[in-house]
């Protein structure tokens, strides 16, 4: 039995120390300790012990609570910890392997391509099924395309939410949403908005970015993306330009790849030697944000073999029969 200490209560170590059966991890910044839980049947933590980092105190709180993780601060488990040791070998299994924090972005030169659904699909289906914070960035020059999409009422948008402490982001089914006001974001300095999205950060392990490119202000979070998905759709003019933002992102030494969306077995022609990281097909109201989309981008993010773990089992045994019908997913 593995049991994680966060500590720096001594008398809690030499309680179990001579325990034959425990084995002791010990962590006490915030990103330890959420590596740390997955394999550990029992958590002593003393919040005030933990040093924030990269994670706030009150995420890695909600995890926690979320995931039914058993634990106790120093003083209760020292009052009683044959009982502790005993709930926790009871208790059914382990914590499984959770998610590692991501950041991505969702870009194109310009509109048409998809990218708001495929990234608010790719949120909305994160949130559904790892029960963990996300949060959905949007960087564009006009109306903010998220009231519309989700049917909400969105009077606090970027500018307030950078401005102002005590104004809270909207949420839509589990994802924390930051829609975009340019007018008034234009004259904000950068590094406030980045400072905003650092402290996002710290509070969510997944952070999608719906981005035009260029975007006057997406050096706000540039240096925090882990990968760009340039989306295209099946036509030669919008294939020619995720080409053209493919290599200019490399030119930044960015890490990309493109993603060719609504693609059906008829456009076989118009993409002939082309070869992207993911084709994804054309669903029937992909605006109802079922997944169907985002599960196979949550693949390509984290590793199939990986993502596999949070969906329903049958999933990945149908995967090829569903893509044979004009999808298609690189292998990672």
Request: with cysteine; glycine share 6%; aromatic share 8%.
């Amino acid at each position: 039995m593995r049991v994680l200490i966060a500590t720096k209560v001594l008398a809690v170590f030499d309680v179990l120390k001579d325990i034959k059966d425990v084995e002791l991890e010990e962590a006490l910044f915030s990103g330890q300790i959420y590596e740390d839980l997955a394999g550990s049947q029992l958590a002593i933590i003393d919040f005030e012990d933990v040093v924030p980092h990269p994670y706030s105190l009150d995420m890695l709180k909600g995890v926690l609570a979320e995931k039914g993780m058993l634990f106790v601060n120093s003083q209760e488990f020292l009052s009683q910890p044959d009982r502790w040791l005993a709930e926790a070998r009871a208790a059914r299994g382990e914590l499984t392997a959770l998610p590692e924090q991501k950041a991505v972005a969702f870009v194109s030169y310009s509109g048409g391509t998809g990218k708001t659904i495929l990234a608010l699909d790719t949120a909305v289906h994160f949130a559904r099924r790892t029960k963990m914070p996300v949060l959905l960035a949007e960087f564009t020059y006009g109306e903010s395309a998220l009231p519309s999409m989700t049917g909400q009422d969105m009077p606090r948008r970027l500018f307030d939410l950078a401005t102002q402490l005590d104004v809270e982001a909207p949420k839509y089914k589990g994802v924390t949403l930051v829609p975009m006001d340019y007018e008034y974001c234009r004259d904000l300095p950068v590094r406030q908005l980045a400072q905003y999205f650092e402290e996002q950060m710290e509070k969510h392990i997944l952070m999608v970015v719906d981005s035009r490119w260029p975007h006057g202000l997406i050096s706000a979070v540039q240096d925090e993306i882990d990968e760009w998905f340039v989306v295209a759709t099946p036509r030669i003019d919008t294939v020619e330009n995720a080409r053209r933002l493919h290599h200019e992102l490399e030119k930044l030494e960015r890490k990309a790849s493109i993603i060719i969306n609504q693609k059906s077995t008829a456009d076989s022609l118009v993409l002939a030697g082309f070869e992207g990281a993911l084709d994804l097909p054309r669903v029937r109201q992909p605006d109802r944000l079922e997944g169907q989309l985002g599960r196979e981008i949550l693949s390509l993010i984290y590793g199939k073999k990986n993502w596999r773990r949070y969906e329903p089992k049958g999933f990945f045994a149908n995967l090829g029969r569903r893509f044979s019908s004009g999808g298609r997913v690189s292998s990672r």
